[in-house]
């Protein structure tokens, strides 16, 4: 009879570790694939900012072209409009790159409190980098997202300026 519940333990035991390693396993994708997707909505963001300072570029060197030829000097309020609203829409298509940068944080910071809840003993002693980013406390720092929408914001005041000033 012992013999059976000693094997029944480890039996039990055996299919309890091979239950976490498969959970741990999952947890692992599922981190992995947030870490990469996360690095895949970092490089949209400096795509974004690129695409940006090379359209604004293009449309205030046009601007510049316009105001050499007294003809097409019609034409420069047009363009002041077109640098805010794509000033508009890079800041909106900034904003949903946050909203899905900020998954990516809210599901690292869960797979690494689940983690230090399941392996570490203190958990004070240990956070991870997703939880780091997703404590910081809000309004008390200068964000990247606080600065890029200063940047859309005077892009557009900049071509609304020069719409109604020409």
């Known amino acids: 009879m012992r013999a059976v519940e000693c094997c029944e333990r480890k039996t039990f035991t055996l299919q309890k570790m091979t239950m976490e390693t498969q959970s741990f396993e999952k947890l692992k994708l599922i981190y992995e694939n947030a870490s990469m997707q996360m690095k895949f909505y970092m490089s949209w963001r400096q795509n974004l900012l690129a695409g940006y300072f090379a359209v604004d570029a ?13 003809n097409f000097r019609v034409y420069s309020d047009k363009i002041g409009y077109a640098i805010a609203v794509i000033s508009c829409i890079f800041f ?38 997703y939880d780091c980013l997703n404590r910081l406390p809000e309004g008390e720092n200068i964000t990247h ?22």
């Not at 293009?58 to 007294?70: H, P, R, S, T």
């Not at 859309?152 to 300026?161: C, K, R, S």
Request: hydrophobic share 45%; charged share 20%; aromatic share 16%.
């Open 92 to 129: 909106l298509l900034d904003y949903r790159n946050k909203l899905l940068f900020q998954k990516c944080l809210e599901v690292g910071a869960a797979i690494e409190n689940k983690i230090n809840e399941t392996i570490i003993i203190n958990k004070d002693e240990y956070y991870g980098v």
């Open 58 to 70: 293009g449309l205030f060197y046009a601007l510049y072209k316009i105001q050499e030829d007294v």
């Open 145 to 166: 997202t606080f600065i890029v929408t200063i940047l859309y914001g005077l892009g557009g005041f900049t071509g609304l300026y020069i719409a109604c000033k020409f």
